[in-house]
């Protein structure tokens, strides 16, 4: 972030005392504390809608969460000569939450369903309603994507060690992802009528984005928020702690208990959880990281992913016996 861009907070009714950088932001010690001024790529519809949201999460009083400032003429962003957008956000001192802490992960669950509590949002005629989130589209499209990536590998005459590895899996888990998503689009077809229809999701719910300070947990970084079913949320911090982990039975045990407690999970949300776990996520990522970088010289960062991957298989898929088919 420039100069240039961190001329616009005069535009704010905040006394600067000092900015740093953060990753990615600009820290402001202000009058009115710890602030954060970030640029904002989705559009002025949607942070309309995001404000709103945020307004009530603090309204309501469930959990702490960031909250947008606004400038005096009432802008919820700012913009630099060249259309730039940059918004203006309240912040908390604090740690990202430990994935390594059982306890700790599991307030962070808690503090999820708390959240979730908060995210519904009936239609109002000042306020966009997002689209709905359809995760049988993106998979049919991961899918696509797979067989694109798979065709392409076959055709490479000269192949390095990776490729070989990336395409020696592929089988494997293209037969995962279409079972997935077939399981997925028969799940669509029965499920009853909505219960969910206008919450909303943090949409990058991990433990980055959870920060442990002295008065608790303070949720960060909402711009990715979407219209789908909240258990979205869940799937992303358990799928994220139980990589790092192993995929231990216990953890997933702990975390789907915890969440429970607060706001009940129905059958069909577990359904849902359960397919979400199951796609092959993990292995798209590596793929498209893979086919959209340069491939003149491969990290080997790559090799270790899928070698990770491919160790935790087998545990990944007890996990899912155990905690979820039995």
Same mark, same amino acid.
């Given at each position: 972030?420039?100069?240039?861009?961190?001329?616009?907070?005069?535009?704010?009714?905040?006394?600067?005392?000092?900015?740093?950088?953060?990753?990615?932001?600009?820290?402001?010690? /202000?009058?009115?504390? !710890?602030?954060?001024?970030?640029?904002? @790529?989705?559009? =002025?519809?949607?942070? &309309? *809608?995001?404000?709103?949201?945020?307004?009530?999460?603090?309204?309501?009083?469930?959990?702490?969460?960031?909250?947008?400032?606004?400038?005096?003429?009432?802008?919820?962003?700012?913009?630099?000569?060249?259309?730039?957008?940059?918004?203006?956000?309240?912040?908390?001192?604090?740690?990202?939450?430990?994935?390594?802490?059982?306890?700790?992960?599991?307030?962070?669950?808690? /503090?999820?369903?708390? !959240?979730?509590?908060?995210?519904?949002? @009936?239609?109002? =005629?000042?306020?966009? &309603? *997002?689209?709905?989130?359809?995760?049988?589209?993106?998979?049919?499209?991961?899918?696509?994507?797979?067989?694109?990536?798979?065709?392409?590998?076959?055709?490479?005459?000269?192949?390095?060690?990776?490729?070989?590895?990336?395409?020696?899996?592929?089988?494997?888990?293209?037969?995962?992802?279409?079972?997935?998503?077939?399981?997925?689009?028969?799940?669509?077809?029965?499920?009853?009528?909505?219960?969910?229809?206008?919450?909303?999701?943090?949409?990058?719910?991990?433990?980055?984005?959870? *920060?442990?300070?002295?008065?608790?947990?303070?949720?960060?970084?909402?711009?990715?928020?979407?219209?789908?079913?909240?258990?979205?949320?869940?799937?992303?911090?358990?799928?994220?702690?139980?990589?790092?982990?192993?995929?231990?039975?216990?953890?997933?045990?702990?975390?789907?208990?915890?969440?429970?407690?607060?706001?009940?999970?129905?059958?069909?949300?577990?359904?849902?959880?359960?397919?979400?776990?199951?796609?092959?996520?993990?292995?798209?990522?590596?793929?498209?990281?893979?086919?959209?970088?340069?491939?003149?010289?491969?990290?080997?960062?790559?090799?270790?992913?899928?070698?990770?991957?491919?160790?935790?298989?087998?545990?990944?898929?007890?996990?899912?016996?155990?905690?979820?088919?039995?």
């Amino acid at each position: 972030m420039n100069d240039r861009a961190v001329a616009l907070l005069e535009q704010y009714d905040v006394e600067i005392l000092r900015t740093r950088k953060g990753r990615g932001v600009i820290l402001c010690d /202000t009058d009115k504390g !710890l602030l954060v001024f970030k640029e904002y @790529e989705g559009n =002025e519809a949607k942070l &309309v *809608l995001l404000g709103r949201l945020l307004s009530q999460i603090r309204e309501l009083g469930r959990v702490s969460a960031e909250e947008l400032i606004p400038t005096r003429d009432g802008a919820l962003c700012v913009r630099e000569n060249d259309g730039t957008a940059y918004i203006l956000k309240t912040c908390a001192e604090g740690r990202e939450c430990n994935i390594f802490d059982r306890g700790e992960c599991q307030e962070a669950v808690r /503090t999820l369903a708390r !959240l979730h509590q908060s995210m519904v949002l @009936e239609p109002r =005629e000042d306020c966009p &309603v *997002l689209p709905r989130f359809s995760p049988l589209q993106e998979y049919e499209k991961h899918n696509r994507e797979f067989i694109k990536v798979q065709r392409f590998l076959r055709k490479k005459s000269q192949k390095t060690a990776f490729e070989y590895s990336l395409l020696g899996c592929f089988d494997y888990f293209m037969e995962q992802a279409r079972e997935v998503t077939e399981g997925w689009r028969s799940y669509e077809e029965n499920m009853p009528g909505d219960q969910e229809e206008y919450a909303y999701c943090h949409g990058d719910y991990q433990y980055h984005n959870i *920060l442990r300070g002295e008065q608790g947990m303070y949720i960060v970084n909402f711009e990715k928020c979407l219209r789908d079913r909240q258990i979205r949320d869940l799937y992303l911090l358990m799928r994220k702690l139980l990589e790092k982990t192993g995929w231990p039975v216990s953890l997933g045990k702990e975390l789907l208990a915890a969440y429970d407690r607060t706001q009940p999970i129905s059958a069909y949300a577990y359904i849902d959880l359960y397919y979400r776990l199951a796609y092959p996520e993990k292995f798209w990522k590596i793929v498209n990281f893979y086919y959209n970088s340069g491939k003149a010289w491969i990290p080997q960062r790559n090799q270790e992913k899928l070698d990770k991957l491919l160790a935790q298989e087998q545990d990944k898929k007890l996990f899912l016996e155990t905690v979820f088919r039995l």
